[in-house]
């Protein structure tokens, strides 16, 4: 029998609930009627006097609104106690309904094909929650397969910021002897450019219009690069405020701190949490454990562990960040100073000038040129690689 796979997803496809199963605080659910007549309501009286008229406010407040449910104290723990997320589940356990939602987030299909529905599941998680605390619930569920499908390993699949939980079980004593294969699919796994510069309070605002072509349909994008038009410098308000508004509730976050590169992580600690003390402690844990990372795979790999890195490259994370300035969009290690490792390319990047002069086990990795963040699990030759790789 194959190993099971278990995939610790990203952050966009992590399902949180607050109090009751039919609704979730993550992804959020707006009061969709509601807010979009206010926002049509704001957006005429925009277009009429050629002013903000309140329109950035209402952005920032609804970001507030919605993200509010995931605040933390001074400790860095949940002021919400309701905060839940489901069990692992394997795909036959699904619905057909259910198993298409999943599917259209996580296109593994041919890997359920080959290794059985049964032997491939999802591992819940709070992606606002300690990661340190998530990695010791990861590591129940590693063993809880193995229990429940009669095997000794399994194969781990960490996609996007699952490599933070991913990487926190990796210092669990038990990890090397319970994976056969650990693969990271286009992983912060040395932190997000974005994130530091949001810390920084030095996001690059004037690129927002660029930014909202990345995350949104291009004809809203166009609708909100027109009203900039009108009124010159809307976009850079609203991207200030709302932003303002993220920074404030991730400065208590650990989840937010793990993905601070290692490189501005030292001097952002001392600025902003020199009067948190616990929380400080949580955030150098997982400093310490990102860190520990190269010397962790290498010790995995000589268990036998089959390690592989996805990554993308020669694209910026997102427009706003200070990523735009070279030629990795860091989901890779390719600069930090923390994970210094002399290496060569591994695989041909034609168009492309991509310094890997410093990675993570770079003999491990596969580069992805003009391959983005967002689009990768849906990129044919990153399916057909985890495909590969996994029902092999």
Known sequence: MKSPVLIVPGIGFCKVYNGSEETTAWPPALKEDSFMKSLGMRIGKMALFRKDSGFSDMLAQTTQDVLSVFAADETGAHCNGNLFVKSAFSFDSLTDEEKQAQYRLLPVQEICAKNGEENVFVFPYDFSGDPLENGKKLAACVNEICIARGCDKISLLAVGCGSTVVNAYLADSDAANRLDKLVFCFS???????LSDLLLDSLDYRKSGSFLCTVMKQQDADMFIELNNMIPGLLENIFDKVFTVVRDLFLNLPAAWALCPSDDYEDLAEELLADKPQLRARTDAFDALRRSLPALLRNLQSNGVNVHILAGSALP????????????????NTSSAALNESIEETAEVAGYVIDTTQACLPEQTVYFPGVSHMQALKNEQVQALLTQILTN
């Open 188 to 194: 912060p796994l040395n932190g997000s450019l974005l």
């Open 317 to 332: 994370f997102v427009p706003l960040s200070k990523s735009t300035d070279v030629v990795s969009d860091q989901l890779v």
